[in-house]
């Protein structure tokens, strides 16, 4: 995901299009203070285990939102507040969209406190043309720098967001629970020019956690798995009359070892994004 050098300028230009794109306004905290929350929430004062989805609204309509808080009441962000590693290469996965369902739910990155929603097009809510199988959302305390090229992947720059996890436990998980799990593969998706990665992982409580530890289990204990998720993340735009999506990388799944550089290096780009290394934009990061 390094950016080379000759793409600085094209760089530039990418970013000054994205943030000319006008998203909602909102209030923000001065950037002392969300350093300093951001600090307090990320050490071990924040107990995962204690979290619990907070809805507010009703489902399906555009008032509805998820909120994370602690075990003290608290409002946290699950895109910055919840520490992406948890030990032993496990990592933390906030789940936006449980699988067997249609509603497009995700964080809303220009909110405070970053709660998840239904998404929109045209004021109207989104979903897809048919059920997703998988357990999906992101993992905290990454992005994908849109002012960044990768080289491996056909030059594409990131598509502004949080690093996305298919989680294929057999278990449907609900929306704002955050899980335990391991990667296992990636796949470089480019929707409409935009590195899109999705990481393949499994819950540490599903019976089969023991047995999968890289892409080539996946395929002996889930067959057909990793073929059926990418065909699906292709094809789903087709029925509104887009283009289908393509995929980087041979159009294969990366082993496990790539899907960890994946979350190394995006969660270094969201370092230097809440220190203000890189202009935030529309981002909220409070």
């Known amino acids: 995901m390094a950016t080379a050098a000759t793409a600085s300028a094209t760089a530039a230009t990418r970013f000054t299009r994205l943030a000319s794109v006008g998203l909602r306004a909102r209030t923000r905290l001065p950037t002392a203070v969300r350093f300093q929350r951001r600090v307090l929430t990320t050490t071990a004062l924040l107990k995962t285990v204690e979290l619990k989805p907070k809805t507010q609204g009703q489902p399906e309509t555009l008032d509805y939102r998820v909120f994370l808080v602690d075990g003290g009441g608290r409002t946290v962000s699950p895109w910055h507040d919840v520490p992406l590693r948890a030990g032993d ?42 059920n997703i199988n998988w357990n999906y959302g992101l993992l905290p305390q990454t992005w994908e720098d849109p002012t960044s090229a990768n080289d491996e992947v056909e030059g594409a720059f990131g598509d502004n967001d949080p690093v996305d996890v298919v989680e294929i436990g057999e278990r449907r998980a609900n929306i704002g629970e955050v899980l335990k799990v391991k990667p296992l593969a990636a796949l ?36 057909g798995t990793l073929t059926a998720i990418r065909d699906w993340f292709r094809d789903y735009k087709i029925p509104d009359g887009k283009p289908a999506n393509r995929f980087g990388l041979g159009n294969k799944p990366a082993n496990k070892e790539y899907a960890l550089k994946v979350i190394e290096e995006t969660n270094e780009s969201w370092e230097k994004l809440v220190k203000r290394s890189i202009p935030a934009g529309d981002l909220s990061l409070a």
């Open 89 to 130: 290469g496990v990592f933390h996965f906030i789940v936006e969209i449980p699988k067997e369902s249609s509603a497009k739910m995700e964080v809303a990155t220009d909110e405070a406190f970053t709660p998840i929603k239904q998404d929109t097009k045209k004021g109207n809510l989104r979903y897809y043309p048919y």
């Open 188 to 223: 470089a998706m480019i929707d409409e020019g935009e590195l899109d990665w999705k990481i393949v992982a499994i819950s540490l409580d599903d019976p089969k956690a023991s047995l999968v530890n890289d892409v080539d289990d996946v395929e002996k204990h889930f067959p």
